[in-house]
C-alpha cells in the first residue's frame, strides 16, 4: 500500500513536471531560448517521460493518469518541430511511444 501510495505521488509530480516542461517549448522557440542550463533539465525531465512510458508498457497507470499521459504524449509530438529546433533531444523510448502509439485518446469502455 505505501509503495502504491508512492508510485502515484511519483506519478502525478512527474506528470506535473512534464506538463510544464512540454507546454513551454513554443515560448521556447520563440525567444530563442538554448540555454544550456535547460538542456540537463531537459534530459533529466526525459528521463521522466521513459519511466512513465515504461509503467504505460506495464499497464501500471491509472485511467487518469493514462489520460493525461497521452496528452502529453500528443502535445509533445505537436511540439516536435519545436524540440528539434531548440536542438532537445528526445529519448528513443519517447520517440518510440509516439511512432507505436497513434495520438488519439483511448476508448473507455
Known amino acids: ?7 502515484r505521488k511519483n506519478v502525478e509530480i512527474s506528470l506535473l513536471v512534464l506538463e ?3 507546454s513551454e517549448l513554443p515560448r521556447r522557440a520563440r525567444e530563442n531560448d538554448e540555454g544550456s542550463w535547460r538542456d540537463s533539465e531537459w534530459m ?4 521522466r517521460f521513459e519511466w ?15 489520460d493525461r499521459y497521452e496528452q502529453l504524449l500528443r502535445l509533445l ?15 528513443d523510448k ?5 511512432r507505436t502509439q497513434p495520438p488519439t485518446k483511448r476508448e473507455v469502455a
Open 1 to 7: 500500500m505505501v509503495e502504491t501510495a508512492y508510485l
Open 77 to 91: 509530438h505537436q511540439y516536435l518541430p519545436l524540440a528539434e529546433q531548440l536542438d532537445l533531444p528526445l529519448p
Open 20 to 22: 510544464g516542461e512540454v
Open 52 to 66: 512513465l512510458r515504461e509503467l504505460e508498457a506495464a499497464g501500471r497507470l491509472e485511467p487518469k493518469e493514462q
Open 44 to 47: 533529466t525531465n526525459m528521463s
Open 94 to 98: 519517447v520517440l518510440e511511444a509516439m
